[in-house]
């Protein structure tokens, strides 16, 4: 069936760095998704992006964050500067529209903030 | 508050046993979707569900908007199942997990 590919998998960096982890969604898809998970807990929402624009965010999305979707490319979510309670799992989904569709996840990227 | 309840937590089955796992919404939705997160974090859509039965191999999933309630039942239960199920609600542009269920099948 349909990929969410992300990149990279595992990601370990120093507080303070900047990180971008990327999202390569279903190819016809127009609707992207991040959520964050940490270890134990539930998944949490952050961020939708359709048509090059933020949607909606959520509390958990701080001023550090940042999306888009350069030309089509890959969908980035950005943190800069990172903190140590960033480290999580970070999920990308894509979806062909917003109501009555399958969302379809990647398999996440671990951020290990040290 | 939660938006989306699932029950029980956690649960511990035998292998061969049936387990039933419930969501319900304490909104109104637009859709709701059930997902299996294997315990290395991926996740695996299950079924895209916003209304009645539907059937995947072992498993049965059944929506009743009206009664904002959503059921996953696993049949014949094998360790191969063990993991977290999630049931999510979209609802205006914004998907809704719920905590989750922790499945442990033993042999």
């Known amino acids: 069936g349909p990929k969410v590919l992300q990149i990279p998998s595992h990601q370990i960096i120093d507080m303070g760095q900047m990180v971008t982890l990327n999202c390569d969604p279903v190819s016809n898809h127009l609707y992207f998704y991040w959520y964050k998970q940490i270890l134990g807990q539930q998944m949490e929402f952050l961020v939708n992006f359709y048509n090059g624009k933020v949607m909606e965010k959520s509390k958990l999305f701080k001023d550090q964050f940042s999306v888009e979707r350069p030309d089509g490319s890959y969908f980035t979510l950005k943190i800069q500067p990172t903190a140590l309670e960033d480290s999580a799992v970070y999920f990308c989904a894509s979806s062909s529209s917003a109501s009555q569709n399958t969302l379809y996840f990647g398999a996440g990227t671990r951020l290990s903030v040290l | 508050g939660q938006q989306v309840q699932q029950s029980p937590a956690s649960l511990v089955l035998q292998e061969g046993e049936n387990a039933e796992l419930q969501c319900n919404f304490s909104t109104s939705l637009n859709s709701m979707q059930w997902f299996y997160q294997r315990p290395g974090g991926s996740l695996v859509s299950l079924f895209y569900n916003p209304s009645g039965t539907k059937h995947s191999g072992r498993l049965t999933s059944t929506t009743v908007i009206k009664e904002r309630r959503s059921s996953l039942h696993i049949s014949s239960s094998q360790t191969t199942d063990s993991g977290t199920y999630l049931c999510?609600?979209?609802?205006?542009?914004?998907?809704?997990f719920g905590d989750g269920t922790q499945l442990v099948v033993k042999p």
């Open positions: 999510a609600l979209e609802r205006n542009n914004r998907i809704f």
